[in-house]
């Protein structure tokens, strides 16, 4: 039902009540998740322009210039309410959707990452989530052929009620082959191309507007959509074909609020009304409502602008890949989207009313009190075991059990694979696509507005350490209900935090979702905060991107930027149940200059390995760069006057570890920004010394650590 104040607009503005298939395309384009209410007015202060931005927030990708008529799209969404209802179909479809905006905007989708977070896996409920989302992510990806070659996996107790699901997809093309979303002329036909239309996903939208409970498993399994990644292989084929020939005008993906989101979305893009008939729509199912075939969300469809005189060509098209092919309605002068059922007409909306007319607004808000920075834990007796009980964390840990089920080489464009900090993909000739994704919601928890800076810094760093400049971001902002004035200044200072970091290094915000209500009655709690991005870089010459691991007896190893007493949200103290304590970790001008340096210093060449400090801190990075030789490590030097257990598990932003052969040359470039020698690369050991330590671990006992997850999943 719609809501009592959107019925009396509604009612005001058209002249009359609306009846139930209006009232239908009303409760789902102006739901939150469509309309973005509450979030509208504060996505408003992101930097969405740039040299490289050719198409950026409001169609189904946004599009940027990567260099010699090459253009990559990007988009970001979630599907986090259907894949705690139904794992393996919520996540499958997730990852269908986002592909479905790249190939709508006519590229090929030639990359995706996963940003994922759950609660811990120590309940039945949590560990079948978590299984079942991961193998629905890697079923749908691998049938489909798009690789998924970066991800981020987080635990946390609040994710036990309510799991999120983010997906990126990159896609490429030549910049004359791109389509958008604005509808062109009036006359033009529009064709919908795919799968059959079934009711899967009645109400998809309005349902990822409502927090969760137990009884939701049962009640909203309606609103699940089922997916078939062979008929999206297909229509990837079609679309990209179609498009090619020149007979698609514009495109939209049917994604959120079906048949009705996508036809009035493209009709008012463009200024124009539209007239469908919906039971030209092939169906799936008999006896399906005009309702229902106009809000279910089905997937697989693609609906497209084609002129008269081309509309058979596309159907054609469509029949070659055994696809369903209707040409199903037209673009009118008049400005109302029209719907029609055998003859009769069962809605006659002002489109602008019903695509644009939603009211928004910010919600009152309310800073918490002042947090209590807390004490500090006594110094563990055994600082190694502390190393390793870290190490083996699942926050972590390698995620190997996790990205070994995708297939992250198809397309045979992988450069840096899954493991890494980042992901590159080979583009062309000599420079490289570098791809990073995910945020700490534990920084934001306790400081919204650093954390969204820091998200922005530390995916920066993941480029900067291949020598990759950050020239896109799209976000997916997940938080609780925005109802709560708690929640809402949660949400807000995060927005400020990500997009003041956007600014200070020129990366334009282009694209992305938000989801909100996310919290359950099972649970009664709220997610931690979670503004999750995913960012796009472009490398050096591919030959200049550094390894992750130690490499060379003798290398130097240096330590770039400060390390300070920002223990707050760390793992560590997460570890020793001190999680609200701490200091967060801050964004400064420096944070900005050592981005900015690292990426000219690796792109010089002379850096053989490179690694970015972030969670766990120094001895976590230390330790995951030990693959098959170990390194000599002083940190005596690392720190005024902290203690060992800060200088070691510090989440200090701007960090990074640099191995190289020509360290004067490398000492030189860093001069402008902090640094310090700190061991060389060499033997079956990692020992580290400090003020008040004095570890070694084998590179056996670190291998066994880091692999706590996979083992926990193997047996």
């Given at each position: 039902m719609l809501p009592e104040n959107d019925l009396k607009i509604i009612t005001e503005e058209m002249g009359r009540e609306p009846n139930l298939v209006e009232q239908g395309c009303f409760l789902n384009l102006w739901s939150e998740h469509c309309s973005y209410r509450s979030s509208a007015p504060l996505l408003k202060t992101f930097t969405t322009v740039g040299d490289r931005v050719i198409i950026g927030p409001g169609d189904d990708a946004a599009i940027i210039r990567f260099g010699e008529g090459w253009v990559l799209a990007i988009g970001m969404?979630?599907?986090?309410?259907?894949?705690?209802?139904?794992?393996?179909?919520?996540?499958?479809?997730?990852?269908?959707?986002?592909?479905?905006?790249?190939?709508?905007?006519?590229?090929?989708?030639?990359?995706?990452?996963?940003?994922?977070?759950?609660?811990?896996?120590?309940?039945?409920?949590?560990?079948?989530?978590?299984?079942?989302?991961?193998?629905g992510i890697a079923g749908y990806g691998n049938c489909i052929g798009v690789p998924v070659v970066r991800g981020e996996t987080y635990f946390d107790e609040s994710y036990s009620g309510n799991p999120l699901v983010n997906v990126v997809c990159v896609g490429l093309a030549r910049e004359e082959n791109i389509v958008t979303a604005c509808a062109q002329k009036a006359g033009n036909k529009l064709v919908l191309i795919g799968s059959t239309t079934g009711r899967d996903g009645l109400?998809?939208?309005?349902?990822?507007?409502?927090?969760?409970?137990?009884?939701?498993?049962?009640?909203?399994?309606?609103?699940?959509?089922?997916?078939?990644?062979?008929?999206?292989?297909?229509?990837?084929?079609?679309?990209?074909?179609?498009?090619?020939?020149?007979?698609?005008?514009?495109?939209?993906?049917?994604?959120?609020?079906?048949?009705?989101?996508?036809?009035?979305?493209?009709?008012?893009?463009?200024?124009?009304?539209?007239?469908?008939?919906?039971?030209?729509?092939?169906?799936?199912?008999?006896?399906?409502?005009?309702?229902?075939?106009?809000?279910?969300?089905?997937?697989?469809?693609?609906?497209?602008?084609?002129?008269?005189?081309?509309?058979?060509?596309?159907?054609?098209?469509?029949?070659?890949?055994?696809?369903?092919?209707?040409?199903?309605?037209?673009?009118?002068?008049?400005?109302?989207?029209?719907?029609?059922?055998?003859?009769?007409?069962?809605?006659?909306?002002?489109?602008?009313?019903?695509?644009?007319?939603?009211?928004?607004?910010?919600?009152?808000?309310?800073?918490?009190?002042?947090?209590?920075?807390?004490?500090?834990?006594?110094?563990p007796a055994d600082m190694k075991k502390v190393v390793l009980d870290i190490l083996s964390s699942h926050n972590i840990a390698s995620k190997e059990w996790i990205y070994r089920q995708y297939d992250h080489e198809v397309q045979v464009r992988t450069v840096e694979k899954p493991g890494s900090d980042a992901a590159v993909l080979r583009i062309g000739d000599g420079k490289g696509l570098a791809m990073s994704c995910g945020c700490n919601p534990r920084h934001t928890l306790l400081d919204p507005y650093e954390g969204g800076k820091g998200t922005l810094i530390e995916n920066s760093m993941n480029l900067a350490v291949k020598g990759a400049e950050g020239i896109a971001l799209v976000d997916c902002l997940n938080f609780g209900n925005p109802e709560r004035p708690d929640i809402y200044w949660q949400f807000k200072q995060a927005i400020l935090g990500l997009g003041d970091a956007a600014r200070s290094l020129s990366i334009p915000v282009v694209g992305g979702n938000v989801s909100l209500y996310n919290e359950s009655g099972e649970y009664g709690t709220a997610i931690a905060p979670t503004p999750s991005i995913g960012l796009i870089g472009i490398t050096g010459e591919l030959e200049t991107v550094p390894q992750s691991h130690f490499a060379g007896e003798g290398n130097t190893i240096i330590l770039v930027g400060n390390t300070l007493d920002e223990m707050g949200g760390s793992e560590y103290y997460n570890m020793v149940g001190l999680r609200l304590n701490g200091n967060v970790p801050k964004v400064t001008d420096e944070s900005v200059k050592v981005v900015e340096t690292l990426i000219n210093v690796v792109r010089d060449g002379n850096v053989v390995a490179a690694h970015d400090v972030s969670a766990g801190g120094l001895a976590v990075a230390l330790s995951e760069m030990c693959d098959s030789i170990g390194a000599e490590i002083d940190l005596t030097s690392v720190g005024d006057n902290l203690r060992a257990d800060d200088v070691l598990f510090s989440e200090s932003h701007a960090r990074a570890i640099l191995v190289t052969s020509s360290p004067e040359k490398v000492k030189e470039m860093l001069a402008d920004v902090p640094h310090t020698v700190i061991g060389t690369v060499g033997g079956n050991n990692l020992s580290i010394k400090g003020n008040g330590f004095d570890l070694s671990l084998s590179l056996e006992e670190i291998s066994d650590a880091r692999a706590s997850l996979t083992k926990m999943m193997m047996e």
């Open positions: 969404e979630s599907h986090n309410h259907p894949s705690y209802v139904d794992p393996y179909n919520g996540s499958a479809t997730g990852v269908g959707g986002i592909v479905r905006d790249i190939i709508s905007m006519g590229a090929r989708p030639i990359a995706l990452m996963d940003p994922l977070y759950f609660g811990p896996l120590n309940t039945p409920k949590n560990l079948y989530l978590f299984e079942h989302i991961i193998e109400g998809g939208a309005s349902f990822a507007s409502r927090d969760l409970s137990e009884e939701a498993e049962a009640e909203d399994r309606p609103s699940i959509q089922i997916g078939d990644p062979f008929t999206e292989k297909l229509a990837i084929e079609a679309t990209l074909e179609a498009i090619g020939a020149g007979y698609v005008l514009s495109c939209r993906d049917l994604g959120a609020a079906g048949l009705a989101g996508a036809s009035s979305e493209m009709a008012s893009k463009g200024k124009l009304g539209m007239r469908l008939e919906a039971d030209k729509v092939i169906l799936r199912e008999d006896g399906m409502t005009p309702y229902e075939i106009m809000i279910a969300e089905s997937q697989e469809r693609i609906l497209m602008e084609v002129e008269p005189e081309n509309v058979d060509a596309v159907l054609a098209i469509g029949k070659k890949y055994d696809l369903h092919a209707s040409m199903i309605g037209e673009l009118t002068e008049r400005l109302y989207y029209t719907v029609e059922f055998e003859g009769e007409m069962v809605a006659d909306i002002p489109v602008m009313l019903l695509t644009e007319g939603a009211p928004t607004f910010e919600r009152p808000s309310t800073a918490p009190p002042e947090r209590e920075i807390g004490e500090k834990p006594d110094l």
